[in-house]
């Protein structure tokens, strides 16, 4: 069977013409040390292994060529809150 590459992506909906898209995420290329920090600071153990997806700030529909910011929607817990 062959076999294919699969790269991160996020999807999105044009809010001028509806059509759904996507957009390739870049996968940042970090410093073993800063690797190391990131992995600490987000509690994810040394051994594991893990990439960086840095998202977009700014997308363009491929069909209505319609350009919008990005917000996001999710936000990680700080470790100081109390779940309230």
Avoid at 14 to 24: I, K, L, S, Y
Avoid at 49 to 59: G, L, Q, S, Y
């Amino acid at each position: 069977m062959k076999s294919i590459e699969l790269h991160p992506a996020y999807r999105w909906d044009c809010d001028d013409c509806g059509r759904e898209n996507f957009v390739r995420g870049f996968i940042a290329s970090l410093p073993n040390d800063e690797m190391s920090q990131m992995k600490e600071a987000c509690g994810i153990p040394e051994e594991d292994h893990c990439e960086w997806i840095a998202r977009p700030t700014r997308v363009t529909c491929i069909h209505c060529k319609a350009t919008f910011s990005v917000s996001y929607p999710l936000t990680f817990k700080d470790d100081d809150d109390d779940g309230q």
